[in-house]
């Protein structure tokens, strides 16, 4: 049986569907030798009737034989090379999912952050949401719907988000075959932040309400106002641009609305004579520059652009620099919200919907109750916080009895203790080992600045300590985790000492329920997944 899964997991190739049927016809299972460019389309076949009523007996490939060595089940020739999608071995056409069983199929290649990647096999129509609901489902991932798929342009240095509802490949065939255009499958748990929490993307000295409401509108109504076609806010503010056909930057005043980009001659002015136009949407898209001091010589590094979909020359980009990170967030998220209106309002609820609609607990799951019976009588625990609470002190507690059951055994308590605390949290998908300070803060950058996303790291000072980057206010921290020796025992501690934890677990569980010393919760972790 895992042959025969090892062999279906292995034909996503380049090849056409009737070449697929050759390869397990003449018994060979190991397809990994094809090469798998980003994006091929299979051939559409044609099948005589007389072949219609012909089935050729399929034999499961022997992986382990040498060349040259016959097989058990000689192949059988194919007079009939060009396939019909019907007339495919019932198991092979199965390799795709349900709703991608159609004509027009195409290979695409997904990469993740270490750049591993995997080929599938997808549907012409297929979105982005459907290919990360794919991988989600083929990694094991929990869908909290923060996964997305990334457009990243390699040669000009530039990613964005491809929203949910796009066809990815209407995104890869407007990047042109000719240009480094890869697709990244990682967590973005800012994507749809911005209707949670919309004062913390429009600050209120760049929005200005437009006069169709008269100044009247509450600022907690602004993503409202995005999303309504007669009435739009103002986002305006100074941006660093780069001149066309030069290397030089420019600070100018820029106004964003629903009619596009323009940029002031004269100071701040926003009279019509002193407005200039820059760019619409209608046929553009927003990217972040991922080096843009580097690659631009931009005055600094929170650079993005405004790319046409026909363009893939660097000559043809617009683009600007900001001076801090929150000011860049605001200018992209207003333009996405400007593109797309209501349509990304549809992709953020459409998940919760589905999830109402089909929930995933069972009626007797949901019957559950939280239960205290350390008293003579038992109570039921109404309260949400005192539940989670009652949960981490049991799970704490068990894992303490742990602790004593392997100390038991003949082996000293804190020497058990400590290997068992070294393995706990290597398993955690929280902890990044050999992580640098940089590679930390852009792993979190990648995953969405928003408060509460974290990860835990090896020390680089002080290889005996660990590290815990925190984003907070769209800004990564770092604070550093001492170990702390009380009576012979060690323990970790972020505030000196006075609070301490026999594992990293531990602190981290702690901090998700309390701030402490730290700015904010612990509420994202960042994960690395291989594909």
């Known amino acids: 049986m895992s042959d025969m899964n090892n062999t279906l997991d292995e034909i996503h190739t380049s090849r056409s569907l009737g070449e697929k049927v050759d390869i397990f016809q003449s018994g060979k299972g190991n397809v990994s030798g094809f090469p798998s460019p980003a994006l091929i389309p299979l051939r559409a076949p044609s099948l005589t009737p007389n072949a219609q009523k012909t089935r050729t007996a399929l034999c499961k490939g022997n992986r382990s034989s040498k060349e040259g060595e016959e097989s058990f089940c000689s192949p059988v020739p194919n007079p009939f090379p060009e396939l019909i999608p019907s007339t495919l071995p019932h198991f092979v056409s199965e390799c795709l999912l349900p709703w991608t069983k159609s004509s027009a199929t195409q290979v695409i290649k997904v990469y993740n952050e270490d750049n591993t990647s995997r080929a599938v ?43 949910d509802h796009e066809s990815v490949m209407e995104v890869l065939s407007g990047g042109g075959m000719d240009t480094d255009s890869r697709l990244y499958f990682r967590k973005n748990y800012a994507k749809y932040e911005f209707f949670r929490k919309p004062l913390e993307f429009f600050p209120d000295h760049m929005v200005s309400i437009s006069s169709e409401t008269n100044g009247m509108l509450d600022h907690s109504q602004l993503v409202q106002t995005f999303l309504n076609s007669s009435t739009c806010p103002e986002i305006h503010g100074h941006l660093h641009a780069k001149e066309q056909s030069r290397k030089s930057w420019k600070k100018f005043y820029f106004v964003l609305r629903r009619s596009g980009l323009y940029f002031s001659n004269k100071g701040t002015s926003k009279e019509p004579r002193h407005l200039q136009f820059i760019a619409d949407f209608s046929d553009s898209d927003v990217y972040t520059v991922l080096s843009a001091k580097k690659l631009h010589g931009a005055p600094t590094d929170y650079g993005f652009c405004v790319k046409s979909t026909k363009c893939s020359s660097a000559r043809d980009l617009k683009l600007f620099c900001a001076d801090d990170e929150p000011t860049r967030t605001c200018w992209i998220t207003a333009m996405r919200l400007l593109k797309y209106g209501m349509q990304l309002h549809q992709n953020f609820i459409q998940p919760h919907q589905k999830q109402k609609a089909s929930p995933m607990r069972s009626i007797s799951e949901n019957s559950l109750v939280a239960m205290d019976f ?87 000072s002080n290889p005996k300590t660990f590290v815990l980057s925190l984003c907070h206010v769209q800004k990564v921290k770092h604070f550093q985790i001492l170990l702390v020796d009380d009576e012979g025992e060690l323990f970790y501690s972020l505030d000196e000492g006075h609070t301490q934890f026999t594992d990293l677990i531990q602190l981290v569980e702690f901090y998700q329920l309390n701030r402490g010393v730290l700015p904010c919760k612990l509420k994202h972790h960042c994960a690395r997944i291989a594909l």
């Not at 129509?125 to 923060?146: E, P, Y």
């Not at 109404?382 to 539940?387: P, T």
């Not at 392997?406 to 998908?429: D, E, F, M, R, Y």
Request: charged share 20%.
């Open 121 to 163: 096999e997808v549907p012409s129509d297929i979105t982005a949401r459907d290919v990360c609901q794919l991988f989600v489902l083929k990694n094991h991932c929990i869908d909290d719907h923060s996964w997305t798929l990334f457009e990243h342009l390699s040669h000009l240095g530039i990613e964005r988000t491809i929203e």
């Open 374 to 460: 350390s008293g003579q009588k038992s109570r039921v625990i109404e309260n949400e916080s005192e539940a989670l609470s009652v949960a981490v002190a049991e799970g704490l507690s068990w894992r303490r009895k742990s602790l004593h059951r392997l100390s038991s055994h003949g082996s000293p308590s804190t020497s058990q203790s400590s290997v068992l605390n070294i393995v706990l949290h290597l398993a955690q998908p929280w902890f990044h080992s050999k992580l640098s300070r940089d590679e930390a803060q852009r792993l979190i950058t990648q995953q969405g600045l928003i408060d509460g996303v974290f990860l835990l790291r090896d020390s680089q």
